[in-house]
């Protein structure tokens, strides 16, 4: 890429400056003709200024200056309409069929370059007079030397520029290619470490640039930032999932030894150890079953249909009174119908709002209320679940949608901490806020927030 880019830098270089000396140099013949034409007018004016004094001798076929060796500084005769007219003999410079029709007034003045004696002139044909011609030749060969030395002189500053613009581009692209070069190392480096700890360091004044290059480099260690957290979270959950089945499997192995040796059990002591190795199964299967979900991290897009959340509200609550007995479930719906509709995978709503009133239930007194209110709000629809359990202490609030976070009080209770977890994944995948908190009057109090559509 940088000798692509090099190349491309000098020869569009390159091509810019041959294109300015190449139009320097039309220029400068341009303009040395243009001052010959213009010596010729002149000499062409003075001699017809000379014939009209009194001791003129401007007659027919009157050659001015030493036209044979051009000694003079221009030679000019004179020449008329009629080739058969006295004085058309010995006529030195050449006379074509348009000489003698500007002799004749048919055809205006014009200049044309001509051969004498080996050398090269430029010859102004005019109209004079009594229906004749004035034909005035210079040497023009001093100018077309001119013409040739400024040629020469410009190809050698446009080689001299072609080199300049080669090293030039070859410095550019090694200046503006420096965070790519660096961007290359750290990914080889990544690719044979397998650690996306590594950065791309900027220079002081490559961070100052902001230039593209600049920028592509910051995305990087960006994107580099994001995949060495993903990669730590992974951990974190394989480290997580690792601890919490550990406890589960090694009393699944302990039933199932016992259970093994069931010639050696009374029926009572069989009984319970069949029923806590179920029990245990039906633990260690939903919390394989969550971490599948969380792993999964997206919503099926096939699946999303429009879900009327108060519908959804109510059919979940009646679920969760036959889950939770003991828990008191008041529902407050004031949106219904067409304006409590959101787009989703009901299936997967119905999973977080069970969550939720899981989660309220479990740590809810015998008795206690578990209030669900939907309700719409400027921002869109709003949906609380409130206990009147210990709350949220202050201490647990930042990580109680962690995946395994356990606080103090839910270490005695059943659960394997994914559930609000999964709760938060499944809100941010319908584009949906979740926040946790504590009441006023006590209890924790969680908040699903659909922004208006």
Known sequence: MRARLAVVTSVAVALVALGVLGAAYVVIRYELVRQLDLQLKQQATLIVQESQGPNSRFGMGTLYGECTWLAAPACAQTVGADPAAPGQHGLVLPVTGATRRVAAGTLGAYYSDITLDGRKLRMFTTRVKDGRALQVAVRSDTVDEGVKQAGLLLGAVGGAGVLLAAGLGYFAS???LRPVTRLTATAERIAATRDPAHRIELAPYEERRQDEITRLADSFNTMLGELEEAVAAQ????????????????????????????????????E???????????EVTGMVGDLIELARDEEPQQLVEPVRLDALVERVVADARGHWPAAVFTVDVTVTGTAAVVPGVPARLARLLSNLLDNAAKFSPPGGAVEVRLARTDSGLDLTVRDHGPGIAPEDLPYVFDR??????????????????????????????LTAGTARTGGALFRLRFPAG
Do not use: C, K, W
Not at 424 to 431: K, N, T, V
């Open 174 to 176: 090694r200046t503006s």
């Open 235 to 270: 951990r974190r959950l394989v480290a997580d999932a690792s601890h919490e089945l550990r406890t589960p499997l090694t009393a699944l192995r302990t039933n199932a030894e016992l259970l093994a040796r069931a010639d050696r059990l009374t029926p009572e002591r069989r």
């Open 272 to 282: 319970r150890a069949a029923a806590a190795l179920g029990r245990q199964l039906r």
């Open 404 to 433: 395994f976070y356990r606080s103090r009080q839910a270490r005695a209770l059943p659960g394997s901490g994914l559930g609000l977890a999964m709760a938060r994944q499944i809100a941010r995948a319908h584009g949906a806020g």
